[in-house]
């Protein structure tokens, strides 16, 4: 019975052991497994990497994490972000992408799903008790057996949301307009016949569009007109 009960509440067990961990072993971790999908990475240098960093960095100010910010040649549309702040874009992803508002819009995104321990706590629930425990005693390093299958966790509607919620501040903010996030979501729906990786994981329901609209009519008129990006994104 007692098994029963820990196997039964494995999620919030887990949930719990991510609060125990400390930014270091995060970082940590962080690095561990960018190592290994490093390996598999194009990663580029350049304008489009310099316009990354860039605006990751407006975005990442005052974090308790130091972020880093790449770019990888690969015609997929996606992004990503691992523990510790390490946040990659394909460029398949920036050459759909229309302005650079659009692309502070998905990195505001990924950065919140750092700021926020979305990845540590898919991977806690993912792995469940092994990771949980892993995680009290302090052995981050048990966890990289995840691999390139961090990639491939999926986030909860309620990570989804506070992601978009959280990311809109942090475009206000920074003072960008917060619009290219809306802009950027309802362009990748509207283009499903393309291999969207950044939709298996980041569903643009209508519903999700929906709650984007009402997020950004909230905000003050000052935010919602923010001068365009100094940016020739062309």
């Not at 067990?13 to 930014?23: L, N, P, R, Y």
Request: net charge negative; no cysteine.
């Amino acid at each position: 019975l007692a098994l029963g009960a820990v196997v039964w509440q494995h999620e919030r067990i887990a949930a719990w052991a991510v609060a125990q961990i400390s930014v270091e072993q995060e970082a940590k971790l962080g690095a561990i497994l960018f190592e290994q999908q490093k390996r598999q990475l194009k990663l580029v240098e350049g304008p489009a990497q310099e316009l990354v960093r860039d605006i990751g960095g407006r975005l990442a100010s005052g974090s308790k994490h130091k972020y880093q910010f790449f770019v990888a040649e690969d015609k997929s549309v996606n992004a990503f972000a691992m523990p510790g702040g390490y946040v990659v874009m394909h460029t398949g992803l920036l050459q759909l992408a229309e302005t650079p508002e659009e692309v502070a819009g998905v990195l505001a995104h990924e950065v919140q799903h750092v700021e926020q321990r979305h990845s540590l706590r898919a991977m806690a629930q993912s792995l469940g008790l092994y990771a949980a425990l892993s995680l009290l005693v302090g052995d981050v390093s048990g966890l990289a057996s995840l691999g390139g299958d961090l990639l491939k966790l999926k986030f909860s509607r309620g990570h989804e949301s506070e992601a978009d919620r959280e990311g809109l501040k942090a475009l206000v903010a920074a003072g960008i307009n917060p619009a290219g996030m809306r802009d950027f979501f309802g362009r990748m729906a509207a283009q499903s016949k393309l291999d969207l990786g950044f939709l298996s994981t980041h569903p643009a329901s209508d519903e999700r569009m929906a709650d984007l609209d009402r997020l950004i009519k909230a905000l003050p008129d000052a935010a919602r007109q923010a001068a365009p990006l100094a940016v020739d994104y062309a």
